[in-house]
């Protein structure tokens, strides 16, 4: 019998400036994307010292909408509509750019002054393309607000989508799926065909029997469409499970921004050039309360 799982992918480390380094997953030359899932990156856990912090300026996106999911610390995010939330473990924090926004990230100040542990997974998850100049908008959803619950001995929490019965808050105009899982203990559940039509496996740390092939965390395992497959988690594995329909088309990416049109990723980068000189503009908005400068287009 074949095996169920089609891809294996090594992240790949990159380092964001500030010492900040990340393991980069998706994209990935030869899996683009999976479900409409075009960027998947894993970060920490690293540690900050007091006074130190995770600082990401004012920045653009357009025709995507931005997850950042925590295990540790904290983040502070801002953007052009208003929004300043702090964004915590277990919670849902879903930023749909639409036809352009703005937004930056930094270490909440209580904790800059205490210092902190982050650890996380920042993923874009591409917009249908007749829903890419939609409105911005930004949605959070709390930790006891997401379905939660267990199965065969494995703690689920439905982040976007919706799994063995239980569906998430979030709003998404495609199919989709994002699911959380952990265990204290050995846990033995089947990942049914049903859950999306694109499905893959991140485990963030401990180990698995995926279909009786055994995989440590740190890779993810892209498995086949129209396929059951059974897993096993090790005690103490931490995962996600991510995908959804399959995209239609091609979507380009060039920076932060997201498009099935090379036209508007062009537009758009004028657009921004011109938001950074005049200190924002009607497309790419300041953001409120955040003083910082703007991070300029690459090569200029």
Excluded at 2 to 7: A, D, F, G, V
Excluded at 189 to 194: A, D, G, W
Excluded at 279 to 295: C, H, K, Q, S, T
Aim: one cysteine or more; proline letters at 8%; aromatic letters at 8%.
């Amino acid at each position: 019998m074949s095996s169920p799982i089609t891809r294996i992918i090594e992240p790949r480390s990159r380092d964001l400036g500030g010492s900040f380094r990340v393991r980069r997953v998706l994209p990935f030359h030869a899996q683009r994307t999976v479900g409409p899932f075009v960027f998947f990156d894993h970060f920490g856990p690293v540690d900050y010292a007091p006074g130190e912090g995770f600082d990401v300026n004012p920045h653009p996106h357009i025709g995507l909408s931005t997850v950042t999911y925590l295990f540790d610390g904290a983040i502070r995010h801002q953007d052009s509509l208003g929004t300043d939330v702090v964004i915590r473990p277990g919670a849902m924090n879903w930023m749909t750019a639409g036809h352009g926004i703005v937004h930056s990230e930094h270490t909440p100040e209580e904790l800059r002054t205490q210092g902190q542990s982050m650890h996380g997974l920042q993923t874009w998850v591409a917009l249908p393309d007749g829903e890419e100049d939609c409105e911005p908008s930004f949605e959070h959803h709390a930790a006891d607000s997401l379905p939660e619950f267990e199965i065969s001995g494995a703690r689920i929490r439905v982040l976007a989508g919706e799994a063995w019965g239980k569906a998430s808050p979030v709003k998404f105009p495609s199919p989709i799926l994002y699911v959380a899982l952990e265990t204290e203990s050995v846990a033995e559940l089947t990942l049914s065909s049903e859950l999306a039509e694109e499905r893959a496996l991140y485990l963030v740390c401990g180990s698995a029997n995926v279909a009786g092939e055994f995989t440590d965390a740190g890779v993810m395992l892209v498995l086949e469409s129209g396929v059951d497959v059974a897993i096993k988690l090790s005690p103490g594995t931490k995962g996600v499970i991510c995908g959804g329909a399959k995209l239609p088309g091609k979507k380009r990416i060039e920076w932060n921004l997201v498009s099935s049109s090379q036209e508007k990723i062009d537009q758009a980068k004028i657009d921004w050039t011109a938001a950074v000189q005049a200190g924002g503009n009607l497309r790419f908005p300041a953001v409120p309360g955040d003083e910082n400068p703007w991070i300029p287009l690459p090569g200029n």
